[in-house]
């Protein structure tokens, strides 16, 4: 049957949500609901691409247009996200989706694209290997999460649990104070924060998590504290049976505490009850001793990732990676600003650097 492709519309978003959700590689972040949220919070075009066959659906390629103003036009897939590329059931479905990207950017006069992949999908194009992601099984009870840990990391979260009393609340309504932590954080190292209002879209988006639901896209909003005091906290998605933490932040002046340990102890056990059998913790770039080793310290191997770009005639591959040296400055600088400035900047600055 000849081949179509399209741009996805309202008509088409009710079948490209039920294709990523049955694909074995479909995401989080292959979604038209992550999209749309991308779209509210940033204000960036979706340029969502569908492969057909009459009307059956055999191909998907989220793209999204971003106008940087530090790195000019950019078509990425994803964006704010760790994974991204095609879905595809066939071969030829999945080079007719690239090669009508290609065609756009050329048209749009895009630098470059941007595809992360988890599995290097086209042998023509460059594998950028700077990031690793973390991912492993669940236990079957929220009782054996602990015991599954690796000695020391079981070792701080009991810790944080038994000796420093910390307690851990999931509710939606600790959503600005999560984000206040997590903004925090990220002054602290040297990292722009996204804005707030991309962590309420994407909670006006997606169900809340309880037991007797089981929508498609979940969330859970956490929140740790020591005597009363929220100390850390964590914003994850469930999609299928995967628990995906995303947003994290916390208090450093606690950090003897062992908050950390806890929040991701206590994220896997309500995993677990709601019938999660797989936790993905995210990318790290290789070169992020601290992050990287948190993982490896939580029972967590590395997987590398293989992002994948393209650049049409005329564009430049752009440098917006935290280890840029005309940014080692500007990271220098921005642990001493002060919040009132960091975190209107850094939703700005985020608009232009799409994770």
């Known amino acids: 049957m000849p081949l179509r492709i399209t741009k996805l519309d309202n008509s088409t978003r009710q079948a490209w949500e039920a294709y990523v959700a049955r694909h074995p590689r479909g995401t989080l972040f292959h979604t038209v609901t992550w999209a749309e949220a991308v779209q509210d919070a940033f204000g960036h075009s979706l340029r969502y691409l569908a492969a057909w066959r009459e009307d059956r659906l055999v191909g998907?390629?989220?793209?999204?247009?971003?106008?940087?103003?530090?790195?000019?036009?950019?078509?990425?897939?994803?964006?704010?996200?760790?994974?991204?590329?095609?879905?595809?059931?066939?071969?030829?479905?999945?080079?007719?989706?690239?090669?009508?990207?290609?065609?756009?950017?050329?048209?749009?006069?895009?630098?470059?694209?941007?595809?992360?992949?988890?599995?290097?999908?086209?042998?023509?194009?460059?594998?950028?290997?700077?990031?690793?992601?973390?991912?492993?099984?669940?236990?079957d009870t929220p009782e054996s999460v602990l015991p599954a840990l690796p000695r020391k990391a079981r070792a701080a979260a009991r810790q944080g649990r038994e000796r420093y009393g910390l307690t851990v609340e999931f509710d939606d309504c600790h959503l600005d104070e999560v984000w206040a932590l997590y903004s925090q954080s990220m002054r602290r190292l040297g990292s722009i924060n996204y804005p707030a209002r991309f962590f309420q879209t994407l909670i006006e988006r997606t169900a809340t998590a309880c037991d007797d639901q089981s929508g498609p896209i979940r969330h859970l909003v956490q929140l740790v504290r020591h005597r009363g005091r929220p100390i850390a906290g964590l914003v994850s998605f469930i999609y299928g049976r995967t628990l995906l933490p995303y947003f994290a932040g916390c208090d450093e002046r606690f950090e003897k505490y062992h908050p950390n340990n806890f929040l991701y102890l206590t994220a896997m056990e309500r995993g677990v009850e709601l019938g999660c059998r797989e936790f993905d913790f995210g990318r790290s770039r290789t070169d992020n001793e601290g992050s990287f080793n948190f993982k490896r310290f939580q029972g967590f191997e590395p997987t590398p990732l293989h992002y994948q770009y393209y650049v049409p005639r005329g564009g430049k591959t752009p440098d917006l990676q935290p280890d840029n040296p005309r940014l080692k400055l500007a990271r220098r600088v921005w642990p001493k600003l002060p919040l009132a400035v960091t975190r209107p900047l850094g939703a700005w600055l985020a608009k232009s650097i799409p994770g």
């Open 60 to 139: 998907v390629f989220p793209l999204t247009e971003i106008n940087s103003r530090l790195a000019g036009t950019l078509l990425v897939s994803v964006p704010y996200a760790i994974y991204g590329g095609t879905l595809a059931d066939d071969e030829e479905s999945h080079r007719a989706l690239l090669a009508y990207a290609q065609k756009m950017a050329d048209r749009i006069g895009a630098q470059w694209i941007d595809i992360r992949s988890m599995e290097p999908q086209w042998p023509e194009l460059p594998v950028a290997r700077r990031y690793v992601t973390f991912r492993k099984h669940l236990p």
